[in-house]
C-alpha cells in the first residue's frame, strides 16, 4: 500500500506562484512515475506533470515553461514538488498527486488551487 498526502494549495492571485508538495509513505525511487494531475471545475482530470524513476519528465502543453516537478534530494521526505509560476485562472483546480506502483495506480487526496484576482 501506498499514501499520498498533498500540501501547498491555496488562494493566489494572477501571475503568482505556489509550490504543492506530495508525501509519500515509501521510497519514492521505487515508484515507476510519479505525476501530478488536475481536475478543473467541470471538467476531466488531466495530467500535469510526471516524473519517471530515471528523471526523465514530461509536462501537458498548458503548463510548459511554468511549472516545474522535481523529487526531493533529501532522500528520507519521500516527497515530489510542483512548482507553479506564472498561475493563470484557467490553472484553477484540484491538484492530485499520483504513484503508479507494482502495476497500480495511487492517488492523494488533493488540493485545492484557486488563481484569482
Known amino acids: 500500500q501506498v499514501q499520498l498526502v498533498e500540501s501547498g494549495g491555496g488562494l493566489v492571485q494572477p501571475g503568482g506562484s505556489l509550490t504543492l508538495s506530495c508525501a509519500a509513505s515509501?521510497?519514492?525511487?521505487?515508484?515507476?512515475?510519479m505525476g501530478w494531475y488536475r481536475q478543473p471545475p467541470g471538467k476531466e482530470r488531466e495530467l500535469v506533470a510526471a516524473i519517471q524513476s530515471g528523471g526523465s519528465t514530461r509536462y501537458a502543453d498548458s503548463v510548459k515553461g511554468r511549472f516545474t516537478i522535481s523529487i526531493s534530494r533529501d532522500n528520507a521526505k519521500n516527497t515530489v514538488y510542483l512548482q507553479m509560476n506564472s498561475l493563470k485562472p484557467e490553472d484553477t483546480a484540484v491538484y492530485y498527486c499520483?504513484?503508479?506502483?507494482?502495476?497500480?495506480?495511487?492517488w492523494g487526496q488533493g488540493t485545492q488551487v484557486t488563481v484569482s484576482s
Open positions: 515509501r521510497n519514492i525511487f521505487s515508484f515507476n512515475v
Open positions: 499520483n504513484a503508479f506502483w507494482a502495476g497500480l495506480n495511487y
